[in-house]
């Protein structure tokens, strides 16, 4: 037996020790846990009843005394449940925060701004019998079926008295009924209640802008480490005010031009008043987050998730809201409306001035491209170059635009979207000149390995003036149209945004464009998401985070550090959250086969429209319940590049497999194993492989590179009490591997083998605030690299022997006050 099989066999193993080594604590356990109980469907339904209407369970005779249960019943659930305590209300919820919070940090397509919003809403929960269409759609895995199906019940009720009424929307998923059931009440607190939310990190653990396998990760350095203030206080639903301090790792304290005060992100948010037939939903003054529709047109983040569709867990939230992010590039700061007439129009309006790092052309009055900067620093990466002018806030941005949008029922709607972008200095890309280094210039749209470098030559270019601004040397114009409809368990949703680049917007038959079309058709144990994209080249619109699988510039010489100026300027292909132009359809599927079996579906097929590179994507996951607190998933990836192009020398097929067991035990506690395999297998560089002139074969590892990668990890969490719990994992890997550990994605290559592990802990000090810590250390194996010299024998004999041991830790310090 090899040793992927022992470990395999180690997995199932230990499954089967822990199977039945918990009973569920019945009066602290969710519904979906209750529902998982190996017991009848009808005592199953009997406790959540029970408990919905008198409360907490006390005792095995209270359960006795329930009808539809018998005396086998009350049996065997003496062997499969717990009865402790329930907390109470005010601390669950915040202990629910702070759940919520790790499970949605170690999500793939999680952003900063929805955390902050669904904790907003936690601790003020919206009232259901006036909320928006809007207010519903914003919760994690609600979809347009579920959010259309509240609404169509609301008006047939009147209003909603109590939880129970809610789930029995026709329509609504069990799924979107649990994860809304946390964020809304069913009346208005008349009191209005404070809140006050500071939080501060501090840690060396690299940032990403992206949550993907195939992510870059961008140079960095390690200290003085990642810093963050956030402080929050509102009073009721009606205004808030909120800052934020973020010094990134590496990076110098950042304070106002000419003063020693801390440059701070602020916003006050005035909120849900009525004058009349209007309603305002909310008016902020300072930092805002605009979103339009599928995010096309207009979403001002500095992050990007990798096939984001705006469903399950990579939601997107359209709207103005508060920005208390880590965003700075991309940051608005000025005034954001958004509000609803006669309940038919939602209008959007913003403004904003704010500067922009960008990449400054040698006159020093144009730029070439606005640049994400991580660390944000003046001086390159290089000891051997000099920058020729900064980078930091060296452009004035001022951008407006706005939404309107007509409903014709719930859940139906058009609308129309715009935004201009005025610039100071004008937008005249140079890239050989300003960021290629002049000894690889000639690769530059030639090489074999950067087939995209026509997304670089497509950069947009303008030199205009504004009336509105006498500053203005250049602008950029998008414009879009959304729709949306929802027909009985199905979704229809739209967006395509035009970008003007000949100042007409009569006629964009020559405008470059770009469309996302989806459908979404959902079921009670069955759900089916389809969706089309297709981007043109030359849509280089930088407030754009619709669907693509990559980010922009990927496969082009901007992804080479070295054949740049400085290898700083990687960060305008590692760091950029703008889509690449792809072309394809992308197919999600998610089926209950039964209660203990659920598989999970994703295909994607797309053109990379840059050098017109195929790529196939499919990845299955099965998982497996043999019994509640025990769940075995199977996870397996094919991925393709260029298959249908014989003559391409940068293609590749890569497979990874991931077989995990997690055991949920008493008090949420978990054990959980994981084995994961992948190789990526390169074509043949034909001219290393084959003689040209007598076409002959030769056998070479350079020419025919398979990449493997393995690794072993197990974690367990711990809860010593309510207010105390420890998170720990050990994890031995070879070659590429991505991990989420913690609240930190994490991105590891090791050519020789590495030991990892990492231990957290979190602890509650008091009833408002609480601490987390964590700590990682990754181990090298020893590498042996050996230097030849001389002529005939002696070319044989090693010269020189040296042992290398990578070693790196990392740090990470949460600070958290809630009230």
Not at 40 to 51: F, P, S
Request: glycine letters at 6%; charged letters at 20%.
């Amino acid at each position: 037996m090899n040793k992927t099989l022992l470990q395999i066999c180690l997995i199932l193993v230990l499954g089967l020790q822990v199977i039945t080594a918990a009973s569920l604590d019945i009066n602290n356990a969710d519904e979906a846990t209750i529902m998982d109980l190996e017991t009848r469907e009808a005592v199953k339904l009997a406790l959540i009843e029970h408990m919905d209407e008198m409360g907490p369970i006390e005792s095995f005779y209270e359960i006795s005394e329930i009808a539809e249960i018998s005396a086998t019943d009350l049996l065997q659930l003496k062997s499969l449940i717990a009865i402790y305590p329930r907390r109470t209300k005010s601390n669950s919820r915040l202990e629910d925060n702070y759940r919520k919070v790790e499970q949605w940090t170690s999500q793939e397509g999680a952003s900063e701004g929805l955390i902050e919003l669904w904790l907003d809403r936690l601790a003020e929960p919206i009232n259901i019998n006036t909320a928006s269409y809007e207010d519903i759609i914003s919760f994690q895995n609600v979809t347009p079926v579920d959010a259309v199906a509240i609404l169509k019940l609301r008006e047939q009720m009147g209003t909603f008295r109590y939880q129970r009424a809610l789930r029995n929307a026709v329509g609504l998923s069990y799924y979107g009924y649990r994860n809304l059931r946390d964020f809304v009440r069913f009346d208005d607190d008349p009191t209005g209640q404070w809140h006050l939310w500071y939080s501060t990190v501090m840690k060396t653990i690299p940032s990403t802008n992206s949550t993907d396998e195939e992510a870059a990760s961008p140079i960095t350095r390690n200290y003085p480490p990642d810093l963050l203030h956030k402080l929050s206080f509102s009073n009721s639903r009606h205004w808030k005010f909120g800052m934020v301090y973020n010094r990134q790792l590496g990076e110098a304290n950042r304070y106002f031009e000419g003063t020693d005060i801390p440059e701070v992100k602020a916003a006050l948010t005035l909120s849900d008043f009525d004058f009349g037939p209007i309603h305002l939903d909310r008016i902020i003054l300072g930092s805002y987050n605009v979103t339009f529709g599928q995010g096309v047109v207009m979403e001002n983040t500095d992050f990007r998730a990798p096939r984001r569709s705006g469903y399950g867990w990579q939601k997107r939230v359209p709207g103005i809201f508060t920005d208390l992010s880590r965003s700075q590039e991309y940051a608005f700061n000025g005034l954001g409306l958004q509000a609803r007439l006669f309940d038919k129009f939602v209008f959007m309006g913003f403004a904003s001035k704010n500067d922009r790092d960008a990449v400054l052309n040698a006159d020093g009055e144009s730029f070439t491209s606005l640049i994400t900067l991580y660390p944000r620093q003046n001086v390159g990466f290089s000891d051997t170059t000099t920058l020729t002018h900064p980078m930091l806030d060296v452009v004035n941005e001022v951008t407006y635009g706005g939404h309107l949008r007509y409903e014709f029922a719930p859940g139906t709607f058009i609308g129309l979207s715009s935004y201009e972008s005025l610039y100071d200095k004008a937008l005249q890309p140079d890239p050989v000149a300003t960021i290629i280094d002049s000894s690889a210039s000639s690769r530059y749209l030639t090489g074999i390995g950067n087939g995209a470098d026509s997304e670089i030559e497509a950069m947009y270019a303008s030199y205009a003036e504004s009336p509105l601004w006498d500053a203005a040397r250049a602008n950029r114009r998008v414009m879009g149209m959304e729709f949306n409809t929802v027909i009985q368990n199905l979704a229809l949703q739209g967006e395509i945004g035009v970008l003007d680049v000949d100042g007409s917007i009569q006629d964009i038959s020559n405008d470059p464009k770009s469309l996302i079309l989806s459908a979404y058709l959902q079921f009670d144990n069955l759900n089916l998401l389809m969706l089309y994209r297709d981007t043109d080249l030359a849509f280089d619109n930088p407030y754009q985070r619709s669907f693509s699988n990559y980010q922009k510039y990927k496969s082009s010489i901007f992804e080479d550090e070295y054949y740049l100026v400085d290898p700083i300027y990687v960060h305008l292909y590692a760091s950029s959250p703008q889509p690449q132009a792809e072309r394809g359809v992308y197919l999600r599927s998610r089926y209950q086969l039964h209660r203990r079996f659920v598989v999970t579906t994703d295909f994607d097929t797309w053109t990379r429209v840059p050098d017109g590179a195929n790529y196939h994507r499919t990845k299955m996951r099965l998982e497996f319940r043999p019994t509640f607190n025990y769940r075995i998933t199977l996870s397996h990836k094919w991925q393709k590049r260029a298959e249908f192009n014989l003559f391409s020398p940068t293609g590749y097929d890569n497979i990874e497999t991931i077989l995990a067991s997690r055991f949920r035990l008493s008090k949420f506690n978990q054990l959980s194993v994981q084995y994961t395999k992948t190789s990526t297998l390169f074509d043949p560089r034909k001219r290393l492989v084959i003689g040209l002139e007598e076409g002959t074969n030769y056998s070479s590892d350079v020419g025919n590179a398979l990449s493997p990668s393995e690794a072993l990890n197990v974690a367990v969490t711990h809860n010593l009490n309510e207010r105390f719990r420890i998170k720990a994992a050990v994890t031995a890997y070879k070659g590429f591997i991505w991990a989420f550990e913690d609240t930190d994605f994490q991105v590891f290559n090791s050519l020789n083998g590495n030991f990892r592990y990492w231990i957290s802990a979190y602890s509650r000090l008091g009833n408002h605030w609480s601490m987390r810590i964590k700590y990682s250390h990754d181990n090298g194996l020893a590498t042996s690299n050996y230097a030849f010299g001389g002529e005939g024998e002696s070319a044989r004999s090693p010269q020189t022997n040296i042992l290398n041991w990578s070693q790196k830790s990392d740090f990470r310090f949460q600070l958290d006050y809630a009230f």
